[in-house]
Nanobody
Framework: QVQLVESGGGLVQAGDSLRLSCAVS????????MGWFRRAPGKEREFVAS????????YYGDSVKVRFTVSRDGAKNTVYLQMNSLKPEDTAVYFC??????????????WGQGTQVTVSS
């Protein structure tokens, strides 16, 4: 069993930055690919970013490319999502997920509980 705990969400203004963290336990961290998804009010959960188990490859959704960066720290068993130049349309609950670096929700085996990010204009 893998446990994922997100943190770092909050209320910010447009143009601000936030860094989300996802602490991973229950499995050898360096063997598992990780992803970030988000669900905006009234919308389906969408792919944000992912990173392979080695950290050598990263992938991003079109709406966050250039602005967001995914990374991982093996010493802390944590995956990060650095979000810059935030926009009101980035408002959503952000989830981390383990088991794949795919853009597809169904490819992930484990999910965190989510953390709310609200961007005011």
């Amino acid at each position: 069993q893998v446990q994922l705990v997100e943190s770092g969400g909050g209320l910010v203004q447009a143009g601000d930055s936030l860094r989300l963290s996802c602490a991973v336990s229950g499995r050898t961290f360096n063997t598992v690919a990780m992803g970030w998804f988000r669900r905006a009010p009234g919308k389906e959960r969408e792919f944000v970013a992912s990173i392979t188990a080695t950290g050598r490859s990263t992938y991003y959704g079109d709406s966050v490319k250039v602005r967001f960066t995914v990374s991982r720290d093996g010493a802390k068993n944590t995956v990060y999502l650095q979000m810059n130049s935030l926009k009101p349309e980035d408002t959503a609950v952000y989830f981390c997920a383990a088991g794949s670096s795919s853009t597809l929700l169904s490819h992930y085996d484990y999910w965190g509980q989510g953390t709310q990010v609200t961007v005011s204009s």
